[in-house]
T-cell receptor
Framework: AQSVTQLDSQVPVFEEAPVELRCNYSSSVSVYLFWYVQYPNQGLQLLLKYLSGSTLVKGINGFEAEFNKSQTSFHLRKPSVHISDTAEYFCAVSGNTGGFKTIFGAGTRLFVKA | DTGVSQDPRHKITKRGQNVTFRCDPISEHNRLYWYRQTLGQGPEFLTYFQNEAQLEKSRLLSDRFSAERPKGSFSTLEIQRTEQGDSAMYLC?????????????FGPGTRLLVL
């Protein structure tokens, strides 16, 4: 079975400051990892995904994430946030053994203050 | 707009009534997923179709829930005898199985409120 834990339910940060949203996962099989963003009253949009290869993954809107197998983590980072980054961020995992079911974390609300 | 669409966007119903939601996936996508999202939580997997075949159902999906994808295109999710606990956002996503671990593209969701 797979599970995802997002370690922070809310992260307040000032505009232009760096931010890290933390995600840990557990799985008995190799996994694919994802970060999605959800703006108010909208569906989820894929920010980035890790399938294999380089552990540093770059996504849209200046976000990046690093896969750490030994620590079973996939933390999301951005060096300088904007007000428009205020949203809910979800970490997700799915198995790579032909599985398609995606397990989501509970989400982290990023609140960027002026 | 060639994204995933869902209809209606909002639904208010009384307990005990039946409701049906529709999802139109991206046209060439052969996989379609339904998720439920409650306030403060991430989406929870409900069920999944490959073409018209329903291949997996979550234990979360009680007998009051049924989903169909009759022609492998759009899908419907019906909830019979709604309960207040069914109040949630119902999300649909679609993907193309030819991709390596295909990306799921999500619709805007249908927000259900059961009074």
């Amino acid at each position: 079975a797979q599970s995802v834990t997002q370690l922070d339910s809310q992260v307040p940060v000032f505009e232009e400051a760096p931010v890290e949203l933390r995600c840990n996962y557990s799985s008995s099989v190799s996994v694919y990892l994802f970060w999605y963003v959800q703006y108010p009253n909208q569906g989820l949009q894929l920010l980035l995904k890790y399938l294999s290869g380089s552990t540093l993954v770059k996504g849209i809107n200046g976000f990046e994430a690093e896969f750490n197998k030994s620590q079973t983590s996939f933390h999301l980072r951005k060096p300088s946030v904007h007000i428009s980054d205020t949203a809910e961020y979800f970490c997700a995992v799915s198995g790579n053994t032909g599985g398609f079911k995606t397990i989501f974390g509970a989400g982290t609300r990023l609140f960027v203050k002026a | 707009d060639t994204g995933v669409s869902q209809d209606p966007r909002h639904k208010i119903t009384k307990r005990g009534q039946n409701v049906t939601f529709r999802c139109d996936p991206i046209s060439e996508h052969n996989r379609l997923y339904w998720y439920r999202q409650t306030l403060g939580q991430g989406p929870e997997f409900l069920t999944y179709f490959q073409n018209e075949a329903q291949l997996e159902k979550s234990r979360l999906l009680s007998d009051r829930f049924s989903a169909e994808r009759p022609k492998g295109s759009f899908s419907t999710l019906e909830i019979q005898r709604t309960e207040q606990g069914d109040s949630a956002m119902y999300l649909c996503a679609s993907s193309l199985s030819r991709e390596v671990q295909e990306t799921q593209y999500f619709g805007p969701g249908t927000r259900l409120l059961v009074l």
